[in-house]
């Protein structure tokens, strides 16, 4: 397949708006090759103009992404010191609730403290699973911390989980037709649904303190919000979340975005956002920032590091961040991160390099880039 000359991408990536794609084809077995296809060539499109897209015809019932957010938001309400009993670390491999400004988000050798709370939960993997030949045993390896707290909220989530694992790869399959791949292509041991080392975050954001909205809505050069230096001698208005003896006043101090600038890991989310909350943004190639805002029965999916690399830089993996500044209302969302097997060695697809576009990034293990990223993702 021919690749697009460098400013066709760029022009391309000037998005204002992100496209709607309706995926019934896919998921509907009994739809046409020919439909399909189509749904196939639209989604590529999305990957190489835009990175960001929603899809409907999912499938998915609403009943099951309204009610796991419902469930959310109530755990989220639980006293800190219980929510603290699947607290997260190094021993618990990187798994469970991080409280607020434990997470952050790096930059040019400084990090920044997100104003959000947090469960993370990976693909459960043993933490005796042997290491390959070379390789240190994974520190990310271990059984997940449920929120078990609340019954209905755990078993809720791993079904969700469930759900999103089959459309995750539901999505994939048809990524793989749309650039004229096998339509298996990221089965088995790329990124099959049982060797997908996927990802889910549960996250509540409470409103930003109010020095960090001003300061998101000041107008940078280039027109995009700042996140810059300023912080105004205000005090923090945090949504009442202040505790002094933890250190949190000064966080939120200082804090500046609920989720900093970052694209993400691996090769597709699907986030599941509530309604009525603008908050989530993604960057375009004129460093515009465009909303994701929430559409009714859709789900808002972007594509991360590891589809740059397979696709030889014909998709990249579009930047974005979070920003909740409604100083009334806090946000529960659940991205879903669907991601290569641990193991998968990820380089550009002969397929997609020709003359012309020689291969552009080096083979990487994904478990690696993984744990590049998560073990420095913490301040706790
Ligand atoms: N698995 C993914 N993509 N997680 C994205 C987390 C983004 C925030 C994190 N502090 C960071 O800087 O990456
Ligand atoms: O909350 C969201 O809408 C997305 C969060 C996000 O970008 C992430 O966790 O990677
Ligand atoms: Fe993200």
């Not at 400084?110 to 290491?131: C, S, V």
């Not at 009442?240 to 970052?262: N, P, Y």
């Not at 993604?282 to 994701?292: I, L, R, T």
């Not at 012309?356 to 913490?378: C, M, Q, S, T, W």
Request: overall charge negative; some cysteine.
């Amino acid at each position: 397949m021919p690749g697009p000359k460098p400013d066709e991408i760029e022009a391309g990536r000037a998005f204002t708006s992100l496209p709607v794609i309706n995926i019934s084809p896919l998921v509907d077995k009994a739809q046409s090759a020919l439909a399909k296809a189509q749904v196939g060539a639209e989604l590529v499109k999305a990957c190489r103009n835009v990175g960001f897209f929603y899809v409907t015809g999912h499938g998915v019932e609403e009943e099951t992404y309204r009610g796991i957010l419902q469930l959310a938001r109530t755990w989220f309400q639980l006293p800190e010191e219980v929510k603290k009993q699947i607290d997260i670390g190094p021993h618990t491999h990187f798994r469970g609730y991080q409280a607020l400004g434990a997470n952050v988000t790096r930059y040019d050798g400084g990090f920044q403290r997100d104003w959000h709370e947090a469960i993370d939960l990976y693909k459960e993997a043993d933490p005796d699973t042997p290491a390959p030949a070379g390789k240190q045993k994974s520190p990310i390896h271990g059984p997940n911390q449920w929120p078990s707290q609340l019954p209905a909220f755990e078993s809720g989530l791993r079904r969700y989980l469930d759900t999103m694992l089959q459309l995750g790869s539901t999505i994939l399959r048809g990524i793989a037709i749309g650039l004229e791949l096998p339509e298996d292509f990221f089965e088995g041991n790329r990124a099959g649904v049982d060797m997908a080392y996927w990802v889910a975050r549960v996250i509540h954001y409470p409103p930003l303190p109010k020095q960090a909205v001003d300061l998101s809505s000041q107008p940078t050069s280039n027109g995009n919000a700042a996140a810059g230096e300023a912080v105004s001698s205000r005090p923090p208005e945090d949504g009442g979340a202040c505790r002094d003896e933890s250190g949190l006043t000064e966080i939120a101090r200082s804090v500046q975005l609920s989720c900093g600038e970052h694209s993400d890991y691996g090769l597709l989310t699907i986030v599941n956002q509530e309604d009525g909350i603008s908050a989530l943004q993604a960057k375009n190639s004129k460093g515009q920032w465009v909303s994701a805002d929430p559409i009714p029965g859709a789900f808002v999916c972007n594509i991360g590091d590891m589809l740059k690399v397979w696709s030889n830089g014909l998709f990249q993996p579009t930047v974005h961040r979070v920003i909740n500044s409604d100083p009334a209302k806090s946000r529960v969302s659940i991205p879903f991160f669907y991601e290569p097997a641990y193991e998968a060695v990820v380089e550009p697809l002969p397929q997609l390099c020709s003359a012309d576009r020689p291969p552009r990034y080096a083979a990487i293990r994904y478990g690696d880039h993984l744990e590049g990223k998560v073990l420095n993702n913490f301040e706790l």
